[in-house]
């Protein structure tokens, strides 16, 4: 299962990390077509605010919330 990192705030780096160092492929992940090519998203803890407005550009936001209802796993975390 490949898995996609929320990239636009947090440590999402030391996620990836994490992710890779247990044999899972991850990518970081800050556009549509990216998450359109992983079967699972963590979402680092950040400021909620400013990330939805890093989202908004790219409706990544609504995207993210559509993969989740059709059944995508997903771990939020918080700091």
């Known amino acids: ?29 800050r556009t549509t077509a990216e998450l359109d090519r992983v079967e699972a998203l963590v979402l680092p803890g950040g400021e909620s605010t400013a990330m939805l407005r890093l989202m908004s550009d790219d409706d990544l936001g609504d995207h993210i919330s559509s993969r989740i209802r059709d059944g995508m796993p997903t771990l939020a975390t918080c700091a």
């Open 1 to 29: 299962m490949r898995c996609g990192v929320l990239a636009l705030q947090g440590d999402w780096a030391m996620h990836v990390a994490v992710l890779e160092s247990l044999a899972i492929e991850a990518e970081p992940i």
